[in-house]
């Protein structure tokens, strides 16, 4: 939290008439995070929700960066993602982009290049992420090749187009590994290419992955507001919709919510939840799929997201009571549909004292799907809270495996 961050914290306090310990209460948060913040320190975000929230305010009010040298943050991921940062910025001259080194030229192959694109959206659903680290450079270096090569014509719109695709998989890997700022870069580059071919669909699915780095960064009223502008600008007519076009505008309502959820803001989430079911609705039993880009939409979608705000307004009774509700998957891929609403089941055990029904949900996601279970930070926190709250005095079998997996706390 920046200085300027600290005293308007301090300033809405008083303002209240609130002592730090009665805003710690309120908030249900340790008087030692209070005191951090209004030292200048940071939390993480649903720390500064819980604020918000205590002080009547919007989340973003209190949310602000600090200053780029109030840390030091180590350079690994600049080597790590070496391969894609020249992919996706390289240097400019006044010749233009200059070439990654040992990047060899090939002859254009559209249709080639659509596969590769197919075959990496469907190992990132897979949680292949080695694979789809090791293939998205190529990619995106062969979607350059392939756009200046076609300057005119209908091959030079489809380059575009599978450019836009290529950037949008990067950006959704990149916001996934936390390497936000190089998400940003290929996101913005993938709408803005789909704007120039005029693919409303391509500039949504772009638009819900920015959404998510918003949400991400704490850049909550720009997330809500990208959300809910382009679902507007793409909202179909319900009686001649696609499955796609459906699944689009849902999932960019979903976003806008949670955005606005989390900023403090529950009506306007409601509201903008409401519009969320008319497109589950509008799918009856039916299921929009876009594998590359937001995944798949259904009425479940939306019954997540409305349990999910329910605990980010601190009501981890009612996310178990209407966790119940829904039905219980009949195959793998209903697991995987609803993992991310099982950490929000997760978390509300744990806030309701029921450290073992929480440890089990987790154990059971990490049996299951490791690869995408150790980039969620959520899991990490909810299980150490789990474990805080545990009265075992020995670590059962499932608590070594995550304690194991997890590793030591986040500083």
Sequence with gaps: MSSTSSERLRELRLHRGLTQERLAERACLSLGVVKKLERGGTARL??????????????????????????????????????????????????????????????????????????????????????????????????????????????????????????????????????YDLAHIALRDAIEDAVRVNDSGGVAAAVYQQGWLLMRQGRLDEAE??????????????????????????????????????????????????LGRTAGAALGAGQAVAVSSWGRFDWRTVAFQGIENQLVADKPDRVLRLSERMPSPSDKKGMLFRRRHLLDVAQAHAMMRGPDEATDILWSLWDETPEWLRHQRMAGDTFRDALGKSKRRRLSAKQRDLAAFFGPQER
Excluded: C
């Design 46 to 179: 649903d720390a500064y929700h819980a604020l918000a929230r205590a002080l009547g305010v919007r989340t973003s009010v209190l949310f602000e960066s600090s200053g780029p040298h109030s840390s030091t943050r180590s350079d690994d991921d600049n080597i790590d993602l070496m391969l894609l940062r020249q992919a996706i910025a390289p240097p400019i001259t006044f010749a233009g982009r200059v070439s990654a080194p040992h990047t060899v030229a090939t002859e254009p192959d559209l249709p080639r290049l659509q596969a590769t694109a197919r075959e990496i959206g469907k190992a990132y659903h897979q949680d292949r992420y080695g694979e789809v680290a090791e293939l998205l450079p190529g990619l995106v270096h062969a979607a350059h090749a392939t756009v200046r090569h076609y300057d005119n014509g209908p091959e030079h719109t489809e380059a575009l187009r599978v450019r836009s695709d290529a950037l949008q998989m990067a950006g959704r890997y990149l916001t996934q590994v936390r390497a």
């Design 225 to 274: 507001q990208v959300s809910v502008a382009t679902a507007d600008a793409i909202e179909p007519r319900i009686s001649r919709a696609t499955r796609q076009s459906l699944g689009a505008w849902g999932k960019l309502l979903v976003h806008g919510s949670a955005a606005a959820a989390r900023n403090n803001r529950p009506e306007a989430a409601r509201e903008i939840l409401r």
